[in-house]
């Protein structure tokens, strides 16, 4: 029953969806939108994936298949084998596989339109920037990047290229989310006072980057702790101006380099605050709660690809569309870059929270609480 | 359906109990004890309520006709009115109904064995120590006190005067708690590695008792928030030896003395670290859950009078019989003193978990963790 990585933990917990449509929708559609017609919306932008693991490999491209405004058009890797593979899979021709020394010639590649990318994350300001040099727009996955300071200089270089920076932030697309920000924005059960969310896993290899700091940026926090984070923000409707948490270790050995668990705590310059925790020793952590004044919502699981539950205390369905968070992600920015408009998940929301974050791990290791400056959300 | 009152709530969110019986019995069971016969095991303790607030009238008072091993003797109130309506009630004679001035008088009257204390907290000292210089023992309603420095009076009191000091943790003997109990200890799910616990509650009246810092010594913390403590105690095994805490004010007219909500997290001595909500503000927050290496197991709601609800997540049923939680709580300590063996609930435990609450209060006064000494649980 233990699963063997991330991904098979995210696939064994989702829960086959129930299926009822919504009466409006709330997924940004590109169908209704009533834009300019240009010849550019005619056509799909091209996609290059850095990094081929397993994110790339079962989840992003299959869902780009799925896109109405992205195809698959490129490839960075450092794995021969694997640019053998994916070449013969997705018909990708020779001149848009790169690999880490080359990728800069996609300079003269007018077949690919955006880099996503998909490396460790203390490799997304190096390939970040190099797309960026390349002319090319960027989608980054979360956490942007291990420290602040490489998460302004690649919302710099991205911004003298004078491109878009997007952090892969699916669950700010995904409609259960989206209708917990809805009732939360239009005080369905009243204002919003708690946040309680959670969401790790029993992680698995212990070879993995992810248990290695210089790669990670830290543990639990960096790769799935960031999603409750990133929930509190959306119903809170702001950046936490203050934190406080505490890490704990049971196994030493494992987890060596990186927190195996945190529990923290966030507060909202509205007053609300969100008691969070994250682990990587743990499975069934995966939820997130608004406790209003006249009731509570949450999601029960929250943060899988797909399944997710939603309930409310006065027994109403909290329901929505299922859909692949990868290709509503992906057809999202290819949108914002078509009509030229800002995308809502900037590399500055991506430096706001790794700065949050930095500060939970400097509260952790200080014992005390730390204070961001107020930025609303 | 918004509760006008403290107990409206927790009656409101019972649930109604399955009543599937647990194969081997859980609860502290007099019957079934192989202890030696004496003539007092033959006769009722006689309780003394002191104070006739809703808990008493509500709870205590109908719960001590339920009991094996005990009976109501006498009352003590500041309000005449109301001993009129308990003598009616329960014919209580009136040599034992007493008020504040007069209970030192106790002393005289063999009918009373044990003092129930059920005055706010800020005068749980001034009563206990009066009924222990009048040779009862004392059962004390949690918080024990408002101050470490009041509880350490309170023990060396009751034991100056030879008696027990026990403090109301009712889910101490509340069946689906001591299952949680038993599923840590015996690790059926694998060693348990992090808990959350959360209760809270939208508080009525503004002008009680509850939300008078003098009275109460905080807010929420000190009166449903004790629960998670307890809670993660039971389930660790063990006191907390730091802590961290925020507190949250949204409704600083209502919440001028105490705080309306508090977030908190606490580290254990054996590495487990539990994340906890408290809320006079929001209803719903009513949990206790324990992750553990091969799945979690919890109860929501957790902390009602009845109706507590079980899960695991290998979907076997976390079930227990209902019991009254208040006659198991007072059989239990007359069971202790008829038969001279200690509280598994006295006074030093109500005391450690007051340094807790302070230790809280100052981390989010402070903005600093707060270390406290590991003494084992």
Known sequence: MEPTSRRDFLRMTAIAAAGVPLARPLIPSIAHRATPTTSRQERKLGFALVGLGSLSTNQIAPALQKTKH??????????????????????????????????????????????????????????????????????????????????QQMIDEVKKAGRQLAIGYRCRFEPHHLEMLRIAQQKEL????????????????????????????????????????????????????????????????????????????????????????????????????????????????????????????????????????FATEMDNFADCIINNRPTSVPGEMGLRDVRTMMALYEAARTGRTVTLEGVRG
Chains 1, 2 share one sequence.
């Not at 084998?81 to 899979?89: E, I, L, Y």
């Not at 020793?281 to 004044?293: E, F, L, P, Q």
Request: charge should be neutral; hydrophobic fraction near 35%; glycine fraction near 8%.
């Open 70 to 151: 992205c195809r698959l058009a490129g490839i960075v890797t450092g794995t021969p084998a694997k640019a053998v593979k994916w070449k013969a899979q997705y018909g990708i021709p020779d001149k848009s596989i790169y690999n880490y020394d080359t990728m800069q010639r996609m300079a003269d590649n007018p077949d690919i339109d955006v880099v996503y990318v998909v490396t460790p994350n203390a490799l997304h300001a190096r390939d970040t920037i190099k797309a960026a040099r390349a002319g090319k727009h960027v989608l980054c996955e979360k956490p942007m990047e291990v420290s602040t300071e490489k998460c």
């Open 190 to 325: 009243g204002d919003v006072r708690l946040i309680e969310s959670a969401f790790g896993f029993s992680i698995g290899d212990p070879t993995q980057w992810r248990l290695n700091k210089a790669l990670a940026g830290g543990g639990p926090l960096m790769d799935v702790g960031i999603y409750s984070i990133q929930s509190a923000e959306m119903i809170a409707g702001a950046y936490p101006i203050a934190v406080s948490a505490m890490t704990n270790k049971t196994d030493p050995v494992k987890f060596k380099d990186v927190e195996e668990s945190m529990t923290y705590e966030l507060k909202f310059p509205n007053g609300i605050s969100a008691s969070c925790t994250t682990s990587y020793k743990v499975n069934g952590i995966n939820r997130t709660t608004a406790y209003a004044d006249n009731g509570s919502f949450g999601l029960t699981p929250a943060f899988n690809y797909d399944g997710n539950k939603g309930w409310r205390s006065d027994n109403k369905p909290l329901e929505a569309p299922e859909v692949d968070q």
